[in-house]
Nanobody, 127 residues
């Protein structure tokens, strides 16, 4: 049974940092494609960052470039979202997602590409 358990959300002031954790189980992590998405109230879910767990290829949404990174620890089946220089507009529920077979790499982060989802920690950034 595929499980994605996220931790690390919380409240922070603008300019601060947070690290989200996503512990994956129930599938072979090395070879999967992992992603982070977020959804703010009244808005559609949007992709933030994605990584091919085998090659380490990454892709970021424009809003995340230069501020967020998506490191991973294959030995722990864990992917992270390191968020720096946070802004109030980063406030949202953040979701970890998985596609069990990464397939050919394409630089996009689409919700339709990820069949498995975590429950999502809340991130709140105050000004």
């Amino acid at each position: 049974q595929v499980q994605l358990v996220e931790t690390g959300g919380g409240s922070v002031q603008a300019g601060g940092s947070l690290r989200l954790f996503c512990a994956a189980s129930g599938f072979t992590y090395n070879g999967a494609r992992m992603g982070w998405f977020r959804q703010a109230p009244g808005k559609e879910r949007e992709g933030v960052a994605t990584i091919n767990s085998r090659t380490g290829f990454t892709h970021y949404a424009a809003s995340a470039k230069a501020r967020f990174t998506i490191p991973q620890d294959n030995a722990k089946n864990t992917v992270y979202l390191q968020m720096n220089i946070l802004k109030p507009e980063d406030t949202a529920m953040y979701y970890c997602a998985a596609r069990l077979y990464a397939g050919f790499w394409n630089p996009s982060i689409r919700t339709a590409d990820f069949p498995y989802w975590g429950q999502g920690p809340q991130v709140t950034v105050s000004s």
